[in-house]
C-alpha cells in the first residue's frame, strides 16, 4: 500500500500547520512501515488530502476509483489548509463551512476530523461523507527539553533576555484585530515579560498596512509583532514560553494548541477559538470569553496565583503520538481500500 500525501504550501506559509500537519501524516506512516509518496505522478493506492484547494487532486483519485481521506478542520490558523470562514455583523459572529470546502469534502471516501463536535458540525452544515474521529497527531520528540541549543534559537534570533518570563500569543492580522486588545492589556499588566504576538496575514501584505503599524506603534515596549516565523525558531519559542495565548475569536489550529501541549506551555484561551471538546477548562487549560479575564489570567499566572494545567495538557498531546497515529491511519486507509474492491 503506497499514500499520496499531498500538500503544496507557498514559501511564506513553508513552516505553518498545513505543512507541520503533513509532515507528521509522513512521520506516522513512517512509524508503521506505510509507504508513501508526495509526487502524483508515482503509482499509489490511497490519496491524503488537508486543503479544499486540492480538489483537482481528488478528482484525479475518483477517476481512477482510487480512494480519498481528507483531514478536515487540524489546521484552521492556516489559510492553506482552512475549511471554515467567520462572518461578523452587527456584532454577531458566525463560524460556517466554506461553499468550497463542502463542495470538496462530499467527494471524499472518508473525512477525518479531531473532534465529535467538529463532527457534529460539518454534519449540519451538510457533508454526506464518511465522517471519522482521528487523532491529531503530533512528533513529541520535536519539543526536546534537554537541548539548550534548540532554546536558545529564539533568543539569538530575536536578541531578547531570557531571564524574563515570555508569553506567546497566536493569531493573525486582519483591520479588526479582534481579540487583541486581550493581549495588548496582558502585556501592560505584565511589564516585566515579553510578549510576542505571531499572526498569520488574511490578506497579503496587511502586516505592512497602516493600522496595523499604528497598532504596533502604541503597544507597550514589552509586546512585539512578528508574521509567522521559521519552524525551528516558532519551536523554540514554545519551548521557552509560560504561556500560550489564542486571543482570538476565529477557531484556533489544532496542530499549533497541540505543539504548546506538548511543550508544556500554560495555555490560556478565547472559549469562543476553541473546539469545545477539545480542551478541558481547568484541567488542560483556561478557557474565558472576556477579554479581561484573559488578561487577568495571563497576569496571575505569572505572579503564581494559577494552579498550572500543563501536566495533564502533555499527557494528553502524549496520545496523539506518531505512533498511536500511525496505526489508526494504516486502518482508515486499508478500510477503504477494501471497500473500494467490494464495490
Not at 67 to 75: G, H, I, K, L, N
Not at 104 to 117: E, G, I, M, Q, Y
Amino acid at each position: 500500500m503506497k499514500v499520496l500525501v499531498s500538500f503544496q504550501p507557498n514559501k511564506k506559509a513553508s513552516d505553518f500547520e498545513g505543512a507541520r500537519l503533513r509532515k507528521t501524516i509522513k512521520g506516522a506512516l513512517e512509524m508503521v512501515g506505510v509507504e508513501y509518496t508526495t509526487s502524483i505522478v508515482e503509482k499509489y493506492d490511497v490519496v491524503h488530502l488537508i486543503t479544499p484547494d486540492d480538489e483537482n487532486k481528488l478528482n484525479d483519485a475518483k477517476e481512477n476509483n482510487i480512494p480519498v481521506v481528507v483531514s478536515a478542520c487540524y489546521c484552521e490558523d492556516d489559510p492553506l489548509a482552512s475549511f471554515l470562514e467567520h462572518k461578523s455583523k452587527d456584532g454577531n459572529r458566525t463560524t460556517e463551512l466554506s461553499s468550497k470546502a463542502l463542495r470538496f469534502l462530499n467527494k471524499a471516501d472518508l473525512v477525518l476530523v479531531p473532534t465529535p463536535s467538529v463532527r457534529d458540525f460539518l454534519v449540519n452544515s451538510g457533508v454526506t461523507a464518511d465522517i471519522s474521529i482521528a487523532l491529531p497527531g503530533i512528533n513529541m520528540s520535536r519539543f526536546d527539553f534537554s537541548r539548550e541549543d534548540e532554546k536558545n534559537i529564539f533568543y539569538r534570533y530575536f536578541r531578547e533576555d531570557p531571564k524574563r518570563d515570555l508569553v506567546i500569543g497566536l493569531g493573525e492580522y486582519d483591520l479588526q484585530m479582534e481579540g487583541i486588545n486581550a493581549f495588548i492589556s496582558a502585556a501592560k499588566m505584565c511589564p516585566n515579560a515579553t510578549f510576542y504576538f505571531i499572526g498569520r496575514e488574511t490578506t497579503p501584505g496587511i502586516y505592512n498596512s497602516l493600522k496595523i503599524k499604528r497598532l504596533i506603534n502604541s503597544a507597550p515596549k514589552n509586546l512585539k509583532f512578528t508574521n509567522i516565523i521559521p519552524d525551528d525558531v516558532y519551536r523554540s519559542a514554545l519551548l521557552n514560553a509560560k504561556v500560550f495565548v489564542l486571543p482570538g475569536y476565529k477557531t484556533a489550529g489544532v496542530m499549533s494548541i497541540l505543539d504548546a501541549m506538548a511543550a508544556k506551555c500554560q495555555i490560556i484561551a478565547r472559549k469562543q477559538a476553541i473546539y469545545s471538546d477539545f480542551l478541558k477548562d481547568g484541567e488542560t487549560a483556561y478557557l474565558c470569553e472576556f477579554s479581561e479575564t484573559i488578561s487577568s489570567l495571563v497576569r496571575d499566572y505569572l505572579q503564581g496565583k494559577t494552579k498550572p494545567t500543563i501536566e495533564e495538557a502533555y499527557k494528553e498531546a502524549s496520545k496523539c503520538n506518531l505512533k498511536a497515529v500511525g496505526e489508526q491511519l494504516k486502518w482508515f486507509y486499508l478500510e477503504q481500500i477494501n471497500i473500494k474492491e467490494l464495490s
